[in-house]
Every structure is written in C-alpha cells, then in structure tokens.
C-alpha cells in the first residue's frame, strides 16, 4: 500500500529555512510525479510544487518561486522540500501525495492526487 510520512515541519521565524522530507513506503518512487500541498484551517488544499518521475520537470506555485526548492532521490525512496525566505503566508500543514506518471498544468489541483500523508506542521512567525 502507498504510503507517505511527512516530518521536519517546525516553529521558525520569518526569513528562516526548513527542508521536510516525504519518506514513502510501501512503493518505490520511480513510476510517480510527487507533489506537495499545504492546507491551512478553513481554506483548500493547495499545490506547492511538484516533481516529475526522472526529476528534470518540476513545477511551484508562483508565491514560493525562487524560495522554494523540490528535489527527490529515489534511491532513498524521499523527496525533499526545500523553503527558504519563509514567510507567514506559508505557515501550513504541508502534505506528500503521489500520482502514477507525469503531470501537466493542472498538477496543482489535488483532487487528481493519492496517497496523502498525514502532513507536518509549518509555522512561519513574523
């Protein structure tokens, strides 16, 4: 069965640095785009970046362009999110999901997603 654990999420200050892993199990990563969402109390679940099968296509919201950075090694079955410049409109829990195959430009809608993990905290203090 698919399954992903999110962790790293933390308390930090605006400006500051975290880079969460998404460890998946039960699969190996080599046949899936991976994406991260983040979803705050009240509001949708929204595409942050994603990461196509061999890693040369990847894909960011235009809010964390030129902050944020998705890299995967599939040798460790992970993908990392790496956040720089964190703001406090990122604060969130932020959510791994799989899909089988590429995506195209409407990778940030995630109801075409599976697999969700439980999420890990973001918090982004000004």
């Known amino acids: 069965q698919l399954k992903f654990v999110e962790s790293g999420g933390d308390l930090v200050q605006s400006g500051g640095s975290l880079r969460p892993p998404c460890a998946a199990s039960?699969?190996?990563?080599?046949?899936?785009?991976i994406g991260w969402f983040r979803q705050t109390p009240g509001t949708e679940r929204e595409g942050v970046s994603c990461i196509g099968i061999g890693g040369g296509i990847t894909y960011y919201r235009d809010s964390v362009k030129g902050r944020f950075t998705i890299s995967r090694d599939n040798a460790k079955n992970t993908v990392y999110l790496q956040m720089n410049s964190l703001e406090p409109e990122d604060t969130g829990v932020y959510y791994c999901?799989?899909?089988?195959?590429?995506?195209?430009?409407?990778?940030?809608?995630?109801?075409?997603?599976?697999?969700w993990g439980q999420g890990t905290q973001v918090t982004v203090s000004s």
């Open positions: 999901a799989a899909v089988r195959g590429q995506v195209g430009r409407t990778w940030s809608n995630w109801k075409l997603w599976r697999s």
């Open positions: 039960g699969f190996t990563l080599d046949s899936y785009t």
